[in-house]
Structure formats: structure tokens, C-alpha cells
């Protein structure tokens, strides 16, 4: 909403939804696995957006059911992510805008790819959580944005987020980690030369963990073109 220039007209958040700072004061509805729907429907919104989730479409079944618009769309992809901007454009008159920001972003994605280009491919393991590992994987979004940002994703089997043993950790053989893990408790801290599991891998020994904590990365919406600045910035060593 915030890309499109209405955030004026949100009536309510989800407790992840904390861009803008603006938005911080507006009422709660809880998150992707546990939405609030008595909180959504007090709120009497025209249309209620989001991200999918884990309960699948008890809550837009719900919502339909009661007369409430419900947007919903999928954002595994670049592709998808624009589309889904355009949509909500569509959806509150704001189709104008909502080109300017998917223009906006695609140029944001090109200035990174030029910047990677030329560049040694680097094999990346990119890490969302830690206990258990939990890694992006074939056709999620953050697969795509490794090779825009000079990377080779080094796990190339499994679901779009496949939990992984450490032993696989060590055969995948990473040149560079890149922990994203910043929603665990100590996520962020955990990769490291200091940790008895972690030190055996070769790019925690030879100093090449790369720490994330720039959300944007790990979210797949406007910002993401951001996002993959941080990435590509982290993943070579420039500024």
C-alpha cells in the first residue's frame, strides 16, 4: 500500500507488517498462522490483503463468506511479486501508481544485475533459520534473486524452503553462507567460527558468512528491489 501511495487508507496490520513507521499504530490482526477474524471484520475494510499462509484459505473463505474483498495472491517469483502489485493497483484505483513502483523496482533489479555482471559466481547457501536449517530452495523467490545478485544457489533439491541437515550443509559446500535468520532468537549471531557444529564448514572457517538483517531481503514485495541490493553487497564484499 505504502509503494502506491495509500497508506493513508489501511485500516489495520498484521503483527509482521511494520513498514512505514507510520503504520505502527494501527490495530493488530494477528499473523499468517493465527489471523484474527473477528479483529479483521471489526475494522469493516473494503478489502483485505495479504500474503498466503500456512492455513491455506480458511481466512479468505471466511472473509468471502461475510461480504469482504479479499486479495490474497501468490509471490514465490519477480514475476509474481509485479503482478501482485499490479493487482492491488487494479483492486483500489491506484493503477497509476502501482506502475510507477513496479517500473521502480524493475530498475532497481537491472542496476543489480549490471552491477553482478563480470563478477565470479559465487555458490550461496542462503539460511532462514537455524534450528532447524531452513534454506531457500528451487522455485522460491529468494532462488531467484541469488543469480540477480551474482550467486549460484547451492541447493538445487527439495520444496522452496527444504529444512536440511547439517551433513548436507557440508557436502553442499557453500563459498559463502548467507544467514537471513534474523526472526530466530539469536539467529543472526549463530553462524560462526566460535559454534562446534558450524566452524566445520568451509565458509564459516574462512570467514565468509555473510549476516542479513535488512528485511527487505526476506520479504517479496516492493522492497525487495532493495532487498536484493543488500544481498548482492553482502554476498561480494562491496559497498
Not at 472473509?63 to 509485479?82: C, D, K
Not at 574462512?206 to 516492493?222: A, N, Q
Request: net charge neutral.
Amino acid at each position: 500500500m505504502w509503494a502506491i501511495g495509500a497508506t493513508a487508507r489501511l485500516v489495520g496490520r498484521s503483527r509482521y507488517c511494520n513498514f512505514p513507521m507510520e503504520i505502527q499504530g494501527l490495530p493488530q490482526v494477528g499473523g499468517y498462522v493465527d489471523p484474527n477474524l473477528e479483529a479483521i471484520l471489526a475494522l469493516k475494510p473494503d478489502l483485505v490483503t495479504g500474503a498466503r499462509g500456512p492455513i491455506g484459505t480458511k481466512l479468505t473463505d471466511a472473509l468471502e463468506g461475510r461480504g469482504v474483498s479479499v486479495y490474497f495472491p501468490r509471490t514465490e517469483s519477480l514475476a509474481e511479486i509485479e503482478q501482485m502489485m499490479l493487482g492491488l493497483g487494479d483492486r483500489i484505483a491506484a493503477r497509476a501508481e502501482a506502475d510507477r513502483a513496479v517500473a521502480k523496482l524493475r530498475a532497481e533489479v537491472a542496476d543489480v544485475k549490471s552491477r553482478s555482471a563480470g563478477r565470479a559466481t559465487k555458490r550461496a547457501l542462503l539460511v532462514f533459520g537455524v534450528s532447524p536449517i531452513v534454506a531457500a530452495g528451487p522455485k522460491s523467490f529468494a532462488d531467484e534473486m541469488l543469480p540477480l545478485a551474482g550467486a549460484q544457489n547451492v541447493v538445487t533439491e527439495g520444496d522452496a524452503y527444504p529444512t536440511l541437515g547439517f551433513e548436507r550443509v557440508l557436502k553442499l559446500d557453500p563459498d559463502v553462507i548467507v544467514n537471513a535468520a534474523i526472526a530466530e532468537s539469536h539467529g543472526a549471531a549463530r553462524i560462526g567460527k566460535d559454534d562446534a557444529v558450524w566452524s566445520k564448514a568451509r565458509a564459516v572457517r574462512e570467514g565468509r558468512v555473510v549476516v542479513i538483517e535488512d528485511e527487505s531481503v526476506l520479504r517479496p514485495g516492493p522492497r525487495l528491489g532493495q532487498g536484493l541490493a543488500t544481498l548482492f553487497r553482502g554476498i561480494h564484499g562491496v559497498s
